[in-house]
């Protein structure tokens, strides 16, 4: 069991748009900044949104980012088929036995 | 181009050992911590840990699900980090991804770029 959690599925139709949550607590994303991660089928992991709501060069801004609390989100407009994939959250943990943790994952399905 | 390429995967017995290799190029490999993240077939990503740059001390830090068994290393004149795991464990399985990561004061802000993995099966 993930120390964050996030639904294990979500989906929607194509151009809808789709939020996946991520919640955590004050040792983590209460007081660290929040990574997302999209994992294509068969692929590596790959940066989507960096500290809670920034996005690398190259990420459309049909996807964002943000916290608030002990809480995470993952929004995209526009969904397309590509968007199928499996995206997890991550942060920093401030507890004593874990230095970083990663949500469960959750898998976007676009019907 | 920032680039991370892994090797050293392969099929190895319970309690025996193995040793990843995590080639960079394209940045300068020494300025940046490193860290290892795997992901046992069709489960979700797992921290292993993570090396300090030598500016930081080149300290290491460790998953509880691992600390004592691996050791994370780096070799900054040959841009290479590496994972020595002993006393492997059939739940060690995974396909086992090296990534840079970006601190601010003392703290993983996020891992970017990943490289494409090197699969880790440990069975008899």
């Known amino acids: 069991q993930s120390v964050l959690t996030q639904p294990p599925s979500v989906s929607a139709a194509p151009g809808q748009k789709v939020t996946i949550s991520c919640s955590g607590s004050?040792?983590?994303?209460?007081?660290?900044?929040v990574s997302w991660y999209q994992q294509l089928p068969g692929t590596a992991p790959k940066l989507l949104i960096y500290e809670n709501n920034k996005r690398p060069s190259g990420i459309p801004d049909r996807f964002s980012g943000s916290k608030s609390g002990t809480s995470a989100t993952l929004g995209i407009t526009g969904l397309q088929t590509g968007d199928e994939a499996d995206y997890y959250c991550?942060?920093?943990?401030?507890?004593?036995?874990?230095?970083?943790?990663f949500g469960g994952g959750t898998k976007l399905t676009v019907l | 181009e920032v680039q991370l390429v892994e090797s050293g995967g392969g099929l190895v017995q319970p309690g025996r050992s193995l040793r990843l290799s995590c080639t960079a190029s394209g940045f300068t490999f020494g300025d940046y911590a490193m860290s290892w993240v795997r992901q046992a077939p069709g489960k979700g990503l797992e921290w292993v840990g993570f090396?300090?740059?030598?500016?930081?001390?080149?300290?290491?830090e460790y998953a509880a699900s691992v600390k004592g068994r691996f050791t994370i290393s780096r070799d900054d004149s040959k841009s290479i980090a590496y994972l020595q795991m002993n006393s492997l464990k059939t739940e060690d399985t995974a396909v086992y991804y090296c990534t840079r990561l970006i601190m601010v004061r003392g703290v993983i802000n996020w891992f970017d770029p990943w490289g494409q993995g090197t699969l880790v099966t440990v069975s008899s």
């Open positions: 090396i300090r740059s030598k500016a930081y001390g080149g300290t290491t």
């Open positions: 991550g942060t920093w943990d401030s507890s004593l036995s874990v230095n970083w943790v």
């Open positions: 004050s040792s983590n994303i209460g007081n660290n900044y």
